[in-house]
């Protein structure tokens, strides 16, 4: 399972993403599960830890602060880019199923 320490770094990342923060992640694995999240996420940039060149992983970080810092996303912006975790489209997957069970007899 995941440490409590790595789940507290997720979630402070969700956090600040809910915010509309700039975000600096970092992952060991293509698989880490926040990666297709952060992919979206138009103020992040995520770096390898298994990346050996420090001085373009520093410069990756520079273009970053350059471009992003004391920027936000907008909460529309926010909710178009994950409109599918949003509570409408969870309580819309919620009907979905729930029509489906009546109209099948489940």
Avoid at 77 to 103: G, I, S, Y
Wanted: overall charge negative.
């Amino acid at each position: 399972g995941v440490s409590s320490a790595a789940s507290d770094v997720y979630k402070r990342q969700f956090e600040y993403m809910a915010l509309g923060k700039p975000v600096i992640a970092t992952y060991w694995s293509m698989q880490d599960v926040s990666l297709p999240y952060l992919e979206k996420y138009p103020l992040t940039v995520t770096l390898d830890e298994c990346e050996e060149d420090l001085d373009a992983q520093a410069e990756k970080i520079e273009r970053f602060f350059d471009r992003y810092l004391g920027k936000h996303v907008e909460p529309k912006v926010m909710e178009a880019v994950f409109r599918e975790n949003t509570p409408a489209a969870f309580e819309k997957l919620l009907v979905d199923k729930t029509d489906n069970r009546q109209v099948s007899g489940v």
